[in-house]
């Protein structure tokens, strides 16, 4: 079962912030996070591993609810590059296979 | 990071051919590798898992007999789109696993296919 993103799209300037909700109806072993830019391959952003960890990548951050079966991820002062798909993904066996959320795309305007 | 290298980056070919598209982890061993597969505006699918030297697990509704998997080495694996036919359009993306465990998985750069 794909894990369900909300919102689907967003529309953000320059220095907003911006939480992508990531849902999943199986348990969740850890949950990874991927942005995607048209035509390109995902880039990795974070793994989270065990409910209740959060972690920050620059101004990205995200954390993981194991019991909810959920992630968020959050992005702070948002900039033109952060403009992409948003994807995250489930690792039910913990050895890299990943099914991918539903997406979200994000767009950052001046 | 790891590196996964994947041939070619696009390709357009006729209806009714087939086409091949290789994987290869260049500084590490890949134990398992997966394909994917994205339509626009779509998130990515996983098509299969390959483990070396063994036949390769599709998920559900995936033609094994249309998409043939190949992984004959710990370094390479290939797919090869049988009798292509415009629907298979897509872009179709591998990632390779070392082994290790609660690590990200580490892609290739996609092949975009487009059969005309």
């Known amino acids: 079962q794909q894990p369900v993103q909300s919102p689907q799209a967003v529309i953000l300037r320059e220095g907003e912030d911006a939480v992508i909700n990531c849902s999943s109806s199986?348990?969740?072993?850890?949950v990874h996070w991927y942005r995607q830019k048209h035509g390109e391959a995902p880039v990795f952003l974070m793994i989270?591993?065990?409910?209740?960890e959060q972690k920050g990548h620059e101004k990205i951050s995200a954390s993981f609810n194991e019991k909810k079966q959920q992630s968020s991820l959050y992005l702070t002062a948002s900039q033109l590059s952060y403009s992409g798909t948003y994807f995250c993904?489930?690792?039910?066996?913990?050895?890299?296979?990943?099914?991918f959320g539903t997406g979200t795309k994000l767009q950052v305007i001046p | 990071g790891a590196v996964v290298s994947q041939h070619p980056s696009w390709v357009i070919c006729k209806s009714g051919t087939s086409v091949k598209i290789e994987c290869r982890s260049l500084?590490?061993?890949?134990?398992?590798m997966f394909w994917y597969r994205q339509f626009p505006k779509q998130s990515l699918m996983l098509m299969a898992t390959s483990n070396e030297g063994s036949k390769a697990t599709y998920e559900q509704g995936v033609e094994k007999d249309k998409f043939l998997i190949n992984h004959a080495s710990l370094t390479l694996s290939t797919l090869t789109v049988t009798s292509a036919h415009p629907e298979d359009s897509s872009f179709y993306i591998c990632?390779?696993?070392?082994?290790?465990?609660?690590?990200?998985?580490?892609f290739g750069q996609g092949t975009r296919l487009t059969v005309v």
């Open positions: 993904g489930t690792d039910s066996g913990g050895y890299q296979k990943v099914t």
């Open positions: 199986k348990a969740l072993y850890s």
């Open positions: 500084d590490f061993q890949a134990t398992t």
């Open positions: 990632s390779a696993s070392g082994g290790a465990k609660n690590t990200e998985a580490f």
């Open positions: 989270l591993l065990k409910g209740g």
